[in-house]
């Protein structure tokens, strides 16, 4: 990981759960998540904070990936709006702390 992305990487996990920032109900502790397709190589810049309820639990990511998209409806209707929302989040932390995103 180079310098760059572990500063994505570090701003992020500083982030809430971006499906919980928006609909609430987390539940356990928050993770950096990969959003990617198939088994293809992952981008540090397209992650998503998630909480373990959000991730894994019963209505999580990994517990049906379809069945998410249709109860959460991240932008594009994709894993991918996950990133769309983390990046949102980011730009509103920043603007809170009086920084340009």
Known sequence: MNSAERL???RVARLRCCVGV????CTGREHVH???EGSGK???FSIAKLCDGHHEGPIGLHSGTKAFIRR???PGD???GLVVWTNEDLAR?????GRAP
Not at 22 to 25: A, C, L, S, V
Not at 93 to 97: I, P, V
């Open 34 to 36: 990969h959003v990617a």
């Open 22 to 25: 928006r609909f609430g109900g």
């Open 8 to 10: 994505h990487v570090d």
């Open 78 to 80: 994709s894993e991918y």
């Open 42 to 44: 992952r981008s540090w």
């Open 93 to 97: 932390l920043d603007l809170e702390r």
């Open 72 to 74: 959460f409806r991240p």
